[in-house]
T-cell receptor, first 114, second 113 residues
Framework: DTEVTQTPKHLVMGMTNKKSLKCEQH?????MYWYKQKAKKPPELMFV???????INESVPSRFSPECPNSSLLNLHLHALQPEDSALYLC?????????????FGSGTRLTVV | AQSVTQPDIHITVSEGASLELRCNYS??????LFWYVQSPGQGLQLLLK??????LVQGIKGFEAEFKRSQSSFNLRKPSVHWSDAAEYFC???????????FGAGTRLTVKP
């Protein structure tokens, strides 16, 4: 299995809702990432997990809460989002020291906050 | 910190013509460099990567890239473009042994029939 699977593919949520994005990989990768991508912009790094521990948090607002329950799963919990948080959320995985190998990306979750 | 610049926001080429997408990097040491392609609404697919050694690297879908240290560049090339190559292309740089890869702004490729 050489894929990163993200669910759901599309999500519409209100500003008072709580939702979660899920990401799963079975490639034995021990580094996993969340990126946010606005339209016509490059992906922006949000969080990095290395060996299931948060290693990088790019000053992301607390309304985004990542979780890595095991080496195959990565969640992003969403609460009290703003319309400007609407974007494509991409999950990626790699071997630790990922820059050596490149990342494998999922197809993303298209999030719309209303 | 490492960074990449893609000078061209949008490029249009005719089908069958050659293609070159530019990428310049800024990094103090030897960088790890990547090219990714993204179709609309999709994730990113790795085309090729450079770590060391031969400065001309071959990738998937007939793409190649050349690392030029003197110019701090890593340009992507394809000798003959196909309509299916229309997409967004991102250059990325990552420091050695670090999970911190950064993307350029991207170049949108349009292919004319």
């Amino acid at each position: 299995d050489t894929e990163v699977t993200q669910t759901p593919k599309h999500l519409v949520m209100g500003m008072t809702n709580k939702k979660s994005l899920k990401c799963e990989q079975h490639m034995g990768h021990r580094a996993m990432y969340w990126y946010k991508q606005k339209a016509k912009k490059p992906p922006e790094l949000m969080f990095v997990y290395s060996y299931e521990k948060l290693s990088i948090n790019e000053s992301v607002p607390s309304r985004f809460s990542p979780e890595c329950p095991n080496s195959s799963l990565l969640n992003l919990h969403l609460h009290a989002l703003q319309p400007e948080d609407s974007a494509l959320y991409l999950c990626a995985s790699s071997q630790v020291g990922g820059a050596n190998y490149g990342y494998t990306f999922g197809s993303g979750t298209r999030l719309t906050v209303v | 910190a490492q960074s990449v610049t893609q000078p061209d926001i949008h490029i249009t080429v005719s089908e069958g013509a050659s293609l070159e997408l530019r990428c310049n990097y800024s990094y103090g040491a030897t960088p790890y460099l990547f090219w990714y392609v993204q179709s609309p609404g999709q994730g990113l697919q790795l085309l090729l990567k450079y770590f060391s050694g031969d400065t001309l690297v071959q990738g998937i879908k007939g793409f190649e890239a050349e690392f030029k240290r003197s110019q701090s560049s890593f340009n992507l090339r394809k000798p003959s473009v196909h309509w299916s190559d229309a997409a967004e292309y991102f250059c990325a740089v990552g420091p050695q042994d670090n999970n911190d890869m950064r993307f350029g702004a991207g170049t949108r490729l349009t292919v004319k029939p």
